[in-house]
């Protein structure tokens, strides 16, 4: 609803206007258009969305009872030949396109009442604004999952020649599917710009200087008016990206022109110093900065180097993440005390022969990782170790031997008496991996294995799996693939094997993916997630 004192957009349920508190009225006859059908195909569901040039409706295409978006122009607006002119081009800007993460028009027309409308796809998600308001902080995994499908599908408008113009988080739908996490969809190309060699657009729809679009987004040549090209929307997806891994806006200002202005003139603080609590990678830090630079030449030029480089980024963070989870924990090694005398001296060197310098280290990796009790000396100090003392481990080892030689007397006096050795108490047999192959002796992978159900530990296998979910949510895809894997053994399911399959899909270990994949399959022959495996293997 538009407030009817300042024109400002007051949204589909507040009782006052937003922006200068006049009470809003509203009458039974703001939603007229429900339940009727429009041109004899759509009938009119609800009101999902209202702005400045019309109103968004859910509908139902009638013939194919599915349902689909119908966007109306405002009557009001039917006399001002640039909007009707923009809400046309509108429909040619989106019509160009065909491509998985952009919204598709279906139709456009003239009611019976005279109104243009546009009828899209109907997508069951949340706009980016609202998983970000919600689910802040995103895992970097995530980010680069949502806005690498922005970047393709930016790169299919900008190779139709279509700039969008007012990219920003409200127009970027992402939906939850089983199969497919994060499905993204971009909407609204309302002020998109259309690049034509031909010369059949007709006369240019915004005035030489005029600014048109969301100035938290624009880029600096965007507020300066002069002529875009495709790098003005990849200084968006840039501010989008720096606004994902923060929390915050590279920029804050009171007004638009303030915006505008910090665009033009100002340098963004990176988003790490901003947020020190975030967690962003330094590779993402360098590309998010990069992409915001006032020069279009400094920034990656086009959508889909954007999107090369993003990927990148990711598979350097994973790689760096695998090689910290591969490599050897200190507390493996024997680790020296460290000794502080009672009056504060300096501690002396204790050379010993048993230690070598890969003990050292070892000493100064496991300080790093550890809080140092009161007076004990950090990394990098010039405090030193001392050996530990070894003769109360010497004096268990003959203990134990002697004790051993004992037992070993004891069997061979009782054997050659004839004395019987009592019954040993029979004691509950751990879970059997039964092979596949018939062969005990073979090693069958984990998604073959079969266990049988009197042994399965469902319980444990539950708690496993929630800790991989977790573990998948925040972007540590070894550790979810090591916690989905333990649950597996517990109790298997189709739905850890669908799960195992898509995080070495994503690791890019595609024999274990296939092979998990594989395994789900053949438990779930109807698997609604099978169209998307077969898409990643023909040969499933």
Partial sequence: MLCPSCNADAGDSSKF????????????????????????????????????????????????????????????????????????????????????????????????????????????????????????????????????????????????????????????????????????????????????????EGPALTRAGFVCGTPEYMSPEQARGSTLDARSDLYAVG??????????????????????????????????????????????????????????????????????ELLAVEKERRQQAKRGAMSPSPTLQPLPRKATPHDGAVTEVQDSPNWSKAGELTVRAYANQVDLPPGATAPGQEKTVQAPNLMPFKIITVALVVVAVGLAAVYLYTASTGVQEPVPVKREAPVALQPTSGDPNVQDPPYERIIAADRQDREGSARLARSGDLAHQNGDLDTAASAYTEAFLKAPSSELSLKLGEVHYQLNQTDKAKGWWKRHLRDQADSRAKPYIQNAFQDL
């Fill in 239 to 308: 501010v989008i990206l720096y606004q994902l891994t923060s929390g915050l806006l590279p920029f804050e200002a009171d007004s638009a022109v303030g915006f505008a202005t910090k665009h033009l003139t100002e340098t963004p603080l990176p988003p790490s110093r901003r947020r020190p609590d975030a967690k962003i990678s330094p590779a993402m830090e360098r590309l998010i900065l990069r992409t915001l630079s006032k020069d279009p030449n400094d920034r990656p030029q086009t959508a889909e180097q954007f999107r090369a």
């Fill in 17 to 200: 206007c937003p922006s200068c508190g006049t009470t809003l009225v509203r009458t039974a006859d703001a939603d007229d258009y429900i339940g009727r059908t429009v041109v004899g195909k759509y009938r009119i569901e609800a009101l999902i969305g209202e702005g400045g040039m019309g109103k968004v409706y859910r509908a139902t295409q009638m013939a194919l009872d599915k349902p689909v978006v119908l966007k109306v122009l405002r009557q009001s607006l039917l006399s001002d030949a640039r909007t009707v002119a923009r809400f046309q081009r509108e429909a040619k800007a989106a019509s160009r396109l065909n491509h998985p993460n952009s919204i598709s028009v279906l139709d456009f027309g003239q009611a019976e009442d005279g109104s243009l409308f546009i009828a899209m796809e109907y997508v069951s998600g949340k706009d980016l604004h609202y998983i970000l308001s919600k689910e802040w902080p995103l895992p970097e995994a995530r980010i680069t999952r949502i806005v690498s499908q922005v970047l393709s599908a930016l790169s299919d408008a900008h190779g139709a020649g279509v700039i969008h113009r007012d990219l920003k988080p409200e127009n970027i739908m992402v939906e939850q599917r089983r199969a497919d996490m994060d499905v993204v969809k971009v909407l609204d190309f309302g002020i998109a710009k259309i690049q034509d060699s031909t010369g059949d």
